[in-house]
């Protein structure tokens, strides 16, 4: 059973970075695409970022603008995702999530979830 754990949320101010980390245990990361989504309070879980366990290709939702990097290390079985130029409107749960296919934007699309970190974006 792969097993996700999340870190790196935190309080931070507006247009500063964060680093969440996801540590992946229980199976081969490469075997995995694996995604960032976030939820904010009341609102629906929402599609961030993806990084394909083929090539490494990135995918990203319109609202990232750049300002996010997904990567991944399957050495070290962990997925970063860096944050810049945050906003409060980024502000959420954010959450590491593995499909055993490719990367889709449905949170029904990935089999392995984490618990979430937190991100609080001060303006």
């Known amino acids: 059973q792969l097993r996700l754990v999340e870190s790196g949320g935190g309080l931070v101010q507006s247009d500063g970075p964060l680093r969440l980390t996801c540590a992946v245990s229980?199976?081969?990361?490469?075997?995995?695409?694996m995604a960032w989504f976030r939820q904010a309070p009341g609102k629906e879980r929402e599609y961030v970022s993806c990084?394909?366990?083929?090539?490494?290709?990135?995918y990203d939702a319109d609202f990232v603008k750049g300002r996010f990097t997904i990567s991944r290390d399957n050495a070290k079985n962990t997925v970063n995702l860096q944050m810049n130029n945050l906003k409060p409107e980024d502000s959420g749960d954010y959450f590491c999530?593995?499909?055993?296919?490719?990367?889709?934007?449905?949170?029904?699309?990935?089999?392995?979830w984490g618990q979430g970190t937190q991100v609080t974006v001060s303006s």
């Open positions: 990084i394909s366990r083929v090539d490494g290709a990135t």
């Open positions: 229980g199976g081969p990361l490469e075997h995995y695409a």
């Open positions: 999530a593995a499909a055993e296919r490719k990367c889709n934007y449905y949170v029904q699309g990935y089999e392995y």
